[in-house]
């Protein structure tokens, strides 16, 4: 007893897979191919051509500073410890938080890159060499100063948290093309997960991040202490015979029924079944294949070099963006990276200083990486924070730092039919609020997934009879960023 | 002027349209004659009609008047929706609308166009408030919102006592007659009975959520009485472990949960008392009608008890953002949440639609929304010292004698503090925050209104804000006292307390609140909660303040039947009640009207969908337009009268429901009895997987392991995983459920009611079945169990297996083929080369039937 429309909603992947559905409604195999959807041979049909095939967000919790990085203010030098001049403070929104008084010049010194010339300071001497193959967006703006608020609206696209992930979404919509490995992908560094960043929302459980600690790899991948692959492999034998034995016993006793037609539509439970035996099959070869895509030994010397896996300082982010590679080259869909600790309130040329070192070389390793295996073309990179900070001063800190602002930062993308070398948008003289092209979060999400080829309104989940979007609350595709 | 006259027209009942425009005529000609000739008696058509149609129903027409006040229904002249009266009946000088029509308010005069009204016709106004507003019903009736959607209409309740099983139907094809009840004759079950074996299983897994003991399943076997199944539902509704597993369907619908959600996420450790207060309604099969009462209003119902008040838990679950500055958005917040699940649970309406806008597909409109919500505006979640004399006892006697005093002097001191704060919060108010502040409530308008409660807000303080007020005279003693009673607190048990919703206004009890936790709790106030009123938002948006509206329920349900008794909530300034019944009793009578048409189809549609995984409304929280059609409507209505007559027993509606043929069918189809397909039909007893719950304990249960006391405070984050109790017991903190849970469908973040359960298959639930400690664990325990019992024999361990596992015998095939694994497994491990912590084939075995497919499968 199950609706069309819950039919389509539980077994399918979405927009992409209603075509499918509508064959497979004929003949009742619908349910059973739940599993199926995420492999591979998945049917899609994108909206629009698609410019990207795999997605990676680097989130850098915390919210890096605009300032420091990627838009440098003359004024702001010039200004140091005075107050934002009023013909700048009156374009500021006027949020918590934010104060006008006490700017607070940059301690890093900015120098023009690549053909593009595109200013980046001392904090990024190595991403600075791939500008070229960056879209910087200077003008991402929205109006919550606080933390979890403002990662729920990067993420979800809502400050409430209540809503999927971008993550979950895609997975929704596209499937994983692999189907030994998840399609969501989230790499942990030390700090905890705000569930809603890599949660389902009213979406189906199996559109969730897999959290993947990148030392100890999938959750529940090993095998229990003391077994050995002969003990696994005899146990799953043994299993499929028992799973297929009680799915046949079923089906047998169906056959003779004069309301075959019937029953078929009345009884799903069996394609789950066969959904159930397929996983366990997919299981085991997630288990054999997943942890060589773990074991870094494989890869050069020299690529291990590039990533800086030789040096403390970046052997961790190294780690993470050189399984990011071997992941998007598996075809996992969407991988978060979760590089958190950017919330410099007090001594932001130590927090500042230290988050670089360990993240700039891993970063443009990435990008320099996924170019040369030709794999930067059909994989959208996306780096920025919750928010920025503010160019002026936190009140009270020992050492300088600064607070929250969401007014007006910076947002990278580079890669899956993104223009590099080029910036959007523009904040006012001291950095402190988009004055030109503001971006909004929601603006970004309509654009990564205009990138994957999905149109925003056509991507959609039904949910107590509304179609909800990833868009929920409006955002346009900001067409400038693929030239 | 010709599609006013239209609308008028529409306005007035078939039976007047003659007479309107007969009076239409007199209103042309009526406008030219001087003033009328007095009548000794007014009448409301001839002598009031012309005057409004005249001169306020330009503005003053329809649901869309442009004015956003309607002259043309009684009830907008007693304020019903705005909440501001026009008219004191019996008393024209204070009626407002007499005090604009004479221009005694300088900012409001009406008419606001054209002449004023001829004195005479002011004076005759005057009368007709006066001589008691009489209105002519008939020939100016108040507009109904009617629909015919099938889920709006009176039920038809069928005639006859309660249900009886009936026995000795004999089948066409001759076979063993089968029993068979009143729900048989709605559904066509045309599978043969299952199996007794099946039978037990499925009883156990549904009613109990625990699979049956092998003893059970064979006693229940040979048990040839006649009325043997009939027993054992009795013995299982009556297990304590059905409250347990029925707990939890309506901990889903009541978006239950042990911390605050959102990103700060605070525990709420004594949320559990709710908990445990569902397993015990549950368990002592509590008519559903006092059910709803007690969650609705408990803290308002008479005499006081302690489980009414734990029942609010309901209302309290919702999530509350302590991290919101704008303490307006976080009290909104908490309100909206807690109106969207009441209109989830108890009507089955997608109310929250109609949050920003009118509903698109049912007829409830933003209006209706705000009047739910206006039932819950006085009052808020809030933990709440418990009045249990032994549990205060036993508090009592574990406590330092000189608690109490140092709370006492804790208090003091913070007290005088609190008067340091509020001086100068008072000092450091704008003019106009001070005068709407001082303005009495009942006087303000609505900017007024705003600046008085933003003000309000700036009164309320932490014990943390409190902190910096403390003078440096008290600062030693505060310290000092402070410390010992964290130490206390530290070392001896907290106050019996519960996380409940409570009002001020409208408890007649006063409650011992304390101290909420979190950086910016939702703050109390005993003075400011009586204060506040229901009020449209204006597309949702918290600080778009839109009409005062009065707290009433949905008008298309009052089609059915209105709302009895006096609803209007009187509260003098100290917060005293006078008028009774309270607002939410009201709304819980209402609900639990035999009359509403709502409440028993939509409770039982949720039994039905919870023991044959989909309802006969397969939408199961939405019978709106848009929702699904009932599959069987007769049996559904048929069901919801046998709840009613039953005295809302839900434990009756189950009995009927499990010793339906329909029920007792098997899983696959056998011979059909009817040659007639009829629509309706149900060929099998639709199988589906249990829930995330009941495969963690019945994988503990079949190992042995199952911990099966009852209740209490939930095991803690650090011992979830390793606990042995039912997963029930394992805390819920909002967006990180134990491991199981979240990967199999249960609830994660419970921010909105849930209806019914996903059910997901992914690879990585089978990583965790077969690489997690858990399900090892359990199958390491079964195996000792079952060497235990079987001795070395092979075939007994084996056939022991399944009858623990499955509870049945092994079929042929899976005997041989477990043997065949058995063996081999033996000859691999005989060259002794093993490593030390290697499985033994049995726990191989009992492994692999941890993970088996029928094991989680309701069949």
């Known amino acids: 007893m199950i609706t069309r429309r819950s039919m389509l909603q539980r077994s399918t992947l979405g927009f992409g897979a209603i075509a499918l559905a509508e064959l497979l409604r004929a003949d009742g195999r619908l349910v059973a191919d739940s599993v199926n959807r995420s492999a591979a041979n998945a049917v899609l049909r994108p909206h629009s051509p698609a410019t990207a095939r795999s997605t990676i967000f680097i989130f850098q919790g915390g919210g890096p500073s605009q300032v420091d990085t990627l838009d440098p203010k003359p004024l702001l030098q010039e200004l140091h410890g005075k107050d934002v001049p009023e013909s700048i403070g009156k374009g500021i929104p006027k949020i918590a938080r934010c104060p006008l008084n006490n700017l607070l010049a940059s301690p890093w010194k900015f120098r023009q890159y690549g053909e593009s010339g595109i200013p980046v300071s001392e904090l990024h001497p190595k991403l600075g060499h791939c500008v070229d193959d960056l879209c910087v967006i200077r003008s991402c703006q929205h109006d919550s100063p606080i933390h979890a608020p403002a990662e729920f609206i990067a993420t979800t696209g809502t400050q409430v948290g209540d809503r999927p992930s971008l993550g979950a979404w895609l997975t929704y919509g596209l499937g994983s093309e692999n189907s030994d490995l998840p399609g969501f992908v989230v790499f942990k560094t030390g700090e905890t997960i705000r569930p809603p960043a890599i949660g389902t929302g009213f979406l189906p459980a199996r559109f969730q991040g897999v959290p993947v600690d990148s030392e100890k790899g999938i959750p529940n991948l090993t095998l229990p202490a003391g077994f050995t692959r002969a003990d696994r492999e005899s146990q799953l034998r043994l299993l499929e015979m028992l799973n297929r034995e009680h799915l046949r016993k079923g089906r047998a006793e169906l056959q003779i029924s004069n309301f075959k037609s019937q029953i078929t539509n009345s009884d799903p439970f069996n394609s789950e079944l066969e959904a159930r035996i397929k996983s366990y099959e997919l299981a085991y070869r997630m288990q054999v294949s997943a942890p060589a895509i773990f074991d870094l030994s494989q890869e050069s010397a020299e690529t291990q070099t590039l990533y800086g896996l030789d040096q403390k300082e970046t052997a961790e982010y190294g780690r993470i963006c050189l399984l990011t590679r071997r992941l998007v080259e598996r075809g996992v869909r969407f991988i978060q990276i979760r590089s958190g600790g950017w919330d410099a309130h007090s001594d932001i040329e130590d927090n500042h200083g230290k988050k670089c070192r360990a993240i700039d070389k891993p970063l443009a390793a990435l990008l320099i990486d996924l170019k040369r295996r030709g794999l930067l073309d059909e994989t959208l990179v996306i780096c920025g924070g919750e928010f920025g900070r503010t160019p002026t001063s936190q009140r009270g800190a020992s050492k300088p730092g600064r607070d929250h602002s969401p007014s007006g930062y910076t947002t990278w993308l580079a890669g899956g039919g993104v223009r590099g070398g080029q910036i959007i948008g523009k904040t006012d003289d001291v950095g402190y609020a988009a004055i030109e092209r503001p971006v909004h979060p929601n603006d970004l999400h309509a654009t990564i997934l205009h990138a994957l080829g999905l149109d925003q309104h056509e991507l959609f989940y039904e949910h107590h009879n509304r179609r909800e979007l990833v868009t929920v609350n409006g955002g346009q595709v900001v067409q400038e960023v693929f030239g | 002027m010709l599609t006013r006259l239209i609308t008028i027209i529409e306005r007035c009942t078939a039976l007047a349209v003659a007479s309107v425009w007969f009076m239409a005529t007199v209103v042309a000609s009526f406008a030219e004659e001087p003033a009328p000739a007095k009548p000794s008696k007014l009448d409301f058509r001839r002598d009031v009609f012309p005057i409004l149609s005249r001169r306020c129903w330009e503005c003053h027409l329809g649901g869309d008047a442009s004015s956003g006040i309607r002259l043309d229904v009684r009830e907008e002249w007693l304020g019903e929706t705005t909440g501001r009266p026009l008219v004191v009946i019996g008393k024209s000088a204070r009626s407002r609308v007499i005090e604009v029509l004479e221009g005694r308010d ?297 608690y109490e005093p140092a709370l006492a002097l804790r208090e003091s001191v913070l007290e005088s503090a609190r008067r340091q704060f509020h001086d100068e919060v008072r000092r450091s108010l704008t003019h106009e925050e001070r005068s709407a502040y001082d303005t009495p409530a009942e006087q303000r308008d609505v900017e007024q209104e705003r600046l008085a409660r933003l003000v309000d807000l700036k009164f309320q303080a932490s014990v943390n804000v409190l902190d910096r007020y403390i003078s440096v005279a008290n600062r030693p003693l505060y310290d000092g006292v402070k410390k010992r009673i964290a130490e206390i607190e530290q070392t001896s048990p907290r106050i019996p307390q519960t996380f409940v919703f409570y009002s001020p206004a409208t408890s007649p009890h006063r409650l011992d609140v304390l101290p909420s936790i979190g950086f910016y709790p939702l703050p109390f106030s005993r003075e400011a909660l009586p204060r506040e009123r229901g009020s449209v938002k204006v597309r949702g948006d918290v600080h778009n303040i839109g009409p005062t509206v009065t707290a009433g329920v949905p008008a298309v349900v009052r089609q059915v039947f209105n709302l009895p008794g006096p609803q209007r909530l009187e509260s003098s300034r100290h917060g005293q009640v006078e008028n009774l019944p309270h607002g939410r009793t009201a709304l819980a009578n209402w609900l639990t009207d035999p009359r509403h048409p709502l409440t028993a189809r939509v409770w039982v549609n949720r039994i039905w969908q919870w023991h044959f995984g989909t309802g006969l409304v397969a939408t199961s929280d939405d019978f709106g337009v848009r929702g699904a059609k009932p599959t069987h409507p007769e049996l559904l209505d048929w069901l919801a009268s046998e709840l009613i007559d039953s005295g809302w027993s839900t434990k009756h509606v189950q009995r009927l429901i499990v010793t339906s043929r329909t029920y007792r069918m098997s899983s696959v189809a056998g011979t059909p009895t009817s040659e007639r397909p009829d629509v309706g039909v149900r060929a099998t007893f639709p199988r589906h997987r249990v829930e995330a719950e009941v495969l963690r304990d019945t994988q503990l249960a079949v190992a042995g392991l199952l911990e099966r006391h009852i209740g209490g405070p939930s095991v803690s984050m650090d011992s979830r995983e390793s606990s042995n109790r039912r997963n029930l017991y394992l805390f819920q903190k909002r967006g990180n459920p134990p491991s199981m849970q979240g990967l199999f469908d249960g609830p994660n973040e419970a921010s909105e009611s849930c209806p019914q359960r996903h059910v997901s298959t992914t690879p990585l639930h089978a990583l965790f079945l077969l690489n997690n400690e858990f399900a090892l664990r359990c199958a390491i325990v079964l195996a000792q169990r079952i060497e235990l019992q079987a001795g070395p024999d092979r075939e007994r361990q084996n056939d022991l297996l399944f009858r623990e596992v499955l509870s049945r015998p092994a079929t042929e095939t899976e005997r041989l083929a477990l043997l065949k694994f058995l063996d081999e497994e033996t000859a691999k491990r005989s060259g002794g080369s093993a490593t030390p912590n290697a499985p033994t084939p049995l726990q191989l075995l009992c492994h692999v039937m941890m993970s088996l497919s029928e094991l989680s499968s309701l069949e």
């Open chain 2, 106 to 402: 300088a900012k409001i005069v009406m008419p606001a166009e054209g002449d004023r009204l001829k004195p005479a016709e002011i004076k005759l106004l005057r009368k007709w408030i006066d001589d008691g507003f009489d209105w002519d019903d008939e020939f100016l009736p108040t507009p109904k919102v009617k629909s015919d959607h099938w889920a709006f209409q009176p039920f038809v309740r069928r005639l006859g006592t309660l249900a009886r099983p009936l026995h000795g139907e004999k089948t066409k094809t001759g076979k063993s007659a089968r029993p068979t009840n009143s729900i048989d004759a709605f559904i066509g079950a045309t599978a043969d009975e299952a199996d007794r074996r099946t039978l037990i299983r499925r009883l156990s897994l549904d009613l109990l959520g625990l699979p049956p003991s092998r003893d059970d399943v064979e006693e229940f076997v040979a048990d040839t009485r006649p009325d043997s199944y009939e027993q054992l539902v009795d013995r299982l509704l009556a297990s304590p472990a059905y409250g347990e597993r029925w707990a939890r369907h309506w901990l889903d619908v009541a978006r239950w949960a042990e911390s605050e959600g959102y990103e700060s996420n605070h525990p709420r450790p004594f949320a559990w008392r709710y908990r445990d207060y569902v397993i015990n309604s549950f368990n002592s099969d509590k008519p559903f009608d006092e059910f709803v009462r007690q969650q609705i209003a408990g803290d308002e119902l008479q005499p006081y008890s302690d489980e009414n008040l734990i029942a609010t838990g309901f209302l309290a679950a919702a999530r509350i953002s302590s991290n919101e500055e704008d303490k307006w958005r976080q009290r909104n917040d908490v309100l909206v949440d807690i109106t969207n699940a009441t209109a989830n649970a108890f009507l089955g309406l997608t109310m929250q639609c109609a949050q920003c806008h009118n509903h698109k597909t049912d007829p409830i409109s933003t209006r209706d929304y705000y009047r739910l919500q206006a039932y819950f505006v006085t009052g808020q979640p809030i933990d709440v010292a418990l009045r249990d004399p032994l549990l205060r006892r036993e508090f009592e006697s574990r406590r330092p004698p000189e």
